[in-house]
């Protein structure tokens, strides 16, 4: 019996429960998984919310939470408000036409998400957005081929001068690289700011320059400052890609380093997305539009999905450390000590944080 990821045993069962309550035996015979393999995914996929159990006689059935999803939104969520709907609509609508008029272009996905988190912020309009990928993004997602259509309401005039003005600034932004990092210093996002350097440092030419390499650490560290600190697992993760690539900054030949700057990258950004679905999670409820169980059934599985990814990168990642040198470097040691610190700082404590302390304390001391 060929063995599943979990992923791919989590796909299976949810559609074995597309249609009726099934047993244990019935999906894993359907699944073609062992009796044991079944239940511990039943289980997991209970305590994320995604099936329920229920009984016949003695027999345990399973079948999928009934919840509401949406067609063209991330991840299914829900717009709730017939209100916010209506608005976004407006919003995209004339973001369009208004691109169009003002540039002879259409407008992208990058361009009318970011002028619709600017309105939504400037007008206090307090649509369903959250940080994700690539900054702010409106849980309906954009395309230019969809007939947003809306019915008038009392602020639409006000909107509408404000598209205006926040189009007459983006579109003076020719490349869509600039207008995400433009985005995310005017609305003073430290981590996204510090992940869009890390990228740009990154794509640079890897090689054995110590300030290079220190800014590129310093860069890493300032984002745990501003992860999300409501899931340890991410923080653990995220510092265990730290420590990895300062083994491999500092133990790989500049050529050996040239041929694993793909997978540092590639790792990266398995660990951004990570954090991005998580920071989506949090900013959407930070909004009041949804609680906790409404997006639990929506994002769980979606990060659990992308921790195995991470930790699949993480361990190709540590094969290369493990060809050079078997035993791990002070500074490794010295990163995991502090992550047990790091993981019980208090709010205020958080904001005392010092990337260059924790630099000098793993041995980046400039």
């Known amino acids: 019996m060929t063995r599943k990821t979990t992923k791919q045993l989590v796909e299976t069962i949810k559609c074995s429960l597309s249609f009726e309550p099934r047993s244990i035996m019935e999906i894993a015979k359907e699944s073609k998984t062992d009796w044991t393999s079944t239940e511990k995914c039943l289980d997991l996929l209970k305590s994320l919310e995604i099936v329920v159990e229920t009984a016949d006689g003695n027999k345990r059935l399973f079948c999928l939470k009934k919840i509401q999803s949406q067609e063209h939104t991330w991840f299914g969520i829900p717009i709730q408000l017939k209100e916010d709907q209506n608005k976004i609509n407006f919003i995209y609508n004339k973001s369009i036409y208004h691109w169009l008029k003002k540039t002879g272009r259409e407008i992208g996905k990058t361009q009318a998400n970011k002028v619709l988190a600017k309105v939504n912020k400037d007008c206090n309009l307090n649509l369903p957005v959250g940080w994700y990928l690539y900054g702010q993004m409106c849980v309906e997602i954009f395309d230019l081929d969809t007939n947003y259509s809306f019915e008038n309401f009392a602020e639409a005039e006000v909107i509408e001068k404000k598209i205006i003005e926040v189009i007459d600034v983006y579109s003076k932004i020719k490349k869509v690289s600039d207008l995400k990092k433009y985005h995310y210093k005017e609305f003073d996002n430290i981590l996204y700011n510090a992940k869009e350097e890390i990228l740009s440092l990154g794509f640079s030419n890897f090689e054995k320059d110590d300030t290079q390499e220190f800014n590129f650490i310093k860069r890493l560290l300032s984002m745990i400052e501003s992860l999300p600190k409501t899931d340890e697992k991410i923080i653990e993760l ?71 990814e991470v930790i699949e990168w993480l361990s190709r990642l540590q094969g290369f450390v493990l060809l050079n040198d ?41």
């Open 238 to 308: 995220f510092t265990e890609y730290i420590g990895t690539t300062i083994q491999l900054l500092r133990k790989l030949t500049e050529e050996e380093l040239l041929m694993v700057k793909a997978d540092i990258l590639s790792s990266f950004n398995e660990v951004w997305k990570l954090i991005a679905i998580q920071e989506f999670y949090e900013s959407l409820l930070e909004t009041k539009k949804y609680t906790k169980d409404t997006l639990h059934p929506f994002l769980s599985v979606e990060i659990m999905y992308q921790k195995e």
């Open 326 to 366: 078997t035993v791990q470097s002070p500074e490794y040691n010295e990163l995991k000590r502090l992550q047990g610190s790091a993981k019980l700082l208090t709010e205020e404590e958080k904001r005392k944080v010092n990337s260059s302390d924790l630099l000098r304390q793993i041995g980046f001391d400039y």
